[in-house]
């Protein structure tokens, strides 16, 4: 099993990911298609043993959380490009998804994340929130906000990542960057959050806000006078609040309300579509929290209807709602009416229908 030819293949066809699978042939992931290495042979178990050896190079520590767990999340390095690994089991047989991480980070204006995301990081302190579904470039903005705030401010930011994807450098601020693993920066995300109050920093990246724990801590931070900038796996930005509010028991949900209410500044959520020139595009959908917002969520019972319309009474001050951001991606002509209606609710078709002749309109009496 020659791991180098497929490592080499993927970087030469800009491919995102690597599935290495018992059984198959391994397979690229290229501009959101499958895309099988047609000149290597079918993996077999000893294979994926073999690649298994390769990607975790004898070290003690990942091989007993594999062991224990069944799973691994470890970070590799090949060329000087760095590669996101996850490994898991399939009847019981390693399977390998491996995700390549550019070394050019591309600015936040490349990426299409609106401005105002940017200028939410100069607050002071508060909770800012990068959500979307698996695959949905949440890190990669992540880091381009960093490396935005990293040249443009001079803070101290404190990255927790399991694993460390792109590697920063400081520029106009101090930046540590913490893996989080068993044998690694810190056990746990909450236990590096917790922790991070003694660091004297002034921004705190949190990888993955994923249980109750992380949450409390991310909270008392932001409380404490620290901006906290986190992701989600939620799709859309009225999930978002649902899931967070979720993580509490009943009794505890009015606290949790009042306080995310008072913290939480902004939230982005986004998705990428194939787009018209075959390069992939970002779909934001921005919530900035106000006075309405904050009104919502604090109410013993919100719908998402409530959250979608209260982003909508807000384009004012930067919020952009979902049906808006498409419309105007099908108006500027990178992704088809097709793909536009297949990202809304049939219930919306009308609404987006509507959105898209104003936006016609708009343009051309500019």
Do not use: W
Not at 184 to 208: H, M
Not at 245 to 268: C, G, H, M, P, T
Request: hydrophobic share 40%.
């Amino acid at each position: 099993m020659d791991m180098n030819k497929v490592l080499d293949a993927a970087i030469e066809q800009d491919a995102s990911d690597i599935h290495m699978i018992c059984g198959n042939k391994p397979y690229l992931r290229i501009i959101r298609n499958l895309v099988p290495i047609e000149e290597m042979d079918v993996l077999t178990p000893d294979d994926m043993n073999e690649i298994y050896d390769y990607l975790v190079r004898g070290n003690l520590d990942k091989d007993e959380v594999f062991r224990t767990t069944r799973k691994l999340d470890t970070s590799y390095e090949y060329k000087g490009i760095r590669l996101r690994v996850n490994i898991s089991l399939s009847d019981d047989i390693p399977l390998c998804t491996l995700r390549l991480i550019k070394n050019e980070l591309p600015t936040y204006e490349e990426l299409g994340v609106p401005d105002i995301v940017r200028r939410m990081t100069y607050q002071p302190q508060g909770l800012i929130l990068v959500t979307g579904k698996t695959n949905s470039g949440k890190t990669t903005t992540l880091n381009a906000l960093i490396n935005d705030i990293n040249e443009n401010q001079n803070r101290k930011i404190l990255t927790l990542e399991n694993p460390v994807e792109y590697k920063h450098s400081s520029k106009k601020s101090l930046i540590v960057q913490k893996e989080v693993g068993k044998g690694r920066d810190s056990l746990t995300f909450s236990a590096g959050v917790k922790n991070s109050l003694r660091e004297d920093c002034d921004i705190l990246v949190i990888g993955e806000i994923r249980d109750r724990e992380t949450m409390e801590a991310a909270i008392e931070m932001a409380e404490s006078g620290h901006l906290v900038i986190g992701t989600l796996h939620t799709k859309s930005c009225a999930e978002t609040i649902d899931r967070m509010i979720n993580f509490y028991e009943v009794r505890d949900q009015a606290q949790v309300k009042y306080l995310l209410s008072a913290l939480l500044k902004l939230v982005v959520s986004q998705r990428l579509l194939p787009g018209t020139d075959g390069k992939l595009v970002l779909v934001p959908e921005v919530m900035v929290v106000d006075n309405i917002v904050a009104g919502v969520i604090r109410k013993e019972k919100f719908s998402v209807s409530e959250i979608e319309d209260a982003i909508q009474s807000n384009l004012e001050k930067g919020s952009i709602g979902l049906t808006n951001a498409i419309a105007k991606l099908f108006v500027e002509d990178k992704i088809t009416l097709e793909q536009a209606k297949s990202q809304v609710e049939e219930k919306n078709i009308e609404i987006l229908n509507r959105t898209i002749m104003q936006l016609k309109i708009k343009r051309a009496n500019q």
